[in-house]
């Protein structure tokens, strides 16, 4: 599928050197499938006369530019910072899924979301948790992730993978993300047939 290109969403931005060996490695991989890989920090911003906000929606701007030529997302939905994915990368997918184009994710932690989010109020006590929630419920639909994240996966035909890694691999393991990969390019060879 040459020229298939596909907008690399996730966390990664946040590790050192925005990412770019895990980016990088990610690149070589979807090059093996005949695919292009697109990074969040591909391109060049002028970003050194601007406000810190302005560099902010410069970087929006650009990562939209990003999204717009690509055909397709793999996104990391690996719990970050809180119990949830990066709210960044949630972003990006609900863009490409109302762009009509595939959304493919994974995650590096495997426990259900519900599970998550009740162990983040009091260590698991269920009694505690409409007191710290703010009289909220918790979603319990047995979902690695937000129903919308996980949804927009799904209705594209799609799984969220979900595999275990050790600990302090989850944002740089890339086993999951060739699952992806696996994925959509079983896809892209049933439709071309």
């Known amino acids: 599928?040459?020229?298939?290109?596909?907008?690399?969403?996730?966390?990664?931005?946040?590790?050192?050197?925005?990412?770019?060996?895990?980016?990088?490695?990610?690149?070589?991989?979807?090059?093996?499938?005949d695919f292009e890989g697109v990074s969040p920090m591909?391109?060049?911003?002028?970003?050194?006369v601007l406000s810190a906000f302005q560099q902010g929606v410069a970087i929006y701007r650009g990562n939209l530019d990003h999204m717009k030529r690509c055909d397709a997302v793999i996104a990391n939905?690996?719990?970050f910072r809180g119990v949830s994915m990066d709210a960044g990368t949630a972003?990006?997918?609900?863009?490409m899924a109302a762009m009509g184009k595939p959304v493919l994710g994974y995650t590096h932690v495997t426990s259900p979301f519900h599970h998550r989010s009740i162990g983040y109020y009091e260590h698991g006590r269920e009694d505690l948790l409409e007191m710290y929630s703010a009289g909220t419920s918790v979603e319990r639909f047995d979902m690695?992730?937000?129903?919308m994240m996980v949804s927009a996966v799904h209705e594209g035909g799609f799984r969220v993978h979900q595999m275990d890694v050790p600990a302090g691999c989850e944002l740089t393991s890339l086993d999951a993300f060739r699952a992806c990969l696996?994925?959509?390019?079983?896809?892209?060879t049933r439709r071309s047939a």
């Open 77 to 79: 939905m690996t719990p």
């Open 42 to 48: 591909d391109g060049e911003l002028d970003l050194g």
């Open 144 to 147: 690695p992730d937000n129903l």
């Open 91 to 95: 972003f990006e997918m609900g863009y």
């Open 1 to 33: 599928m040459p020229n298939y290109k596909i907008y690399l969403a996730g966390p990664e931005v946040f590790l050192p050197e925005f990412g770019k060996p895990v980016f990088d490695a990610k690149k070589s991989m979807c090059a093996e499938f």
């Open 182 to 188: 696996i994925e959509l390019s079983a896809v892209c």
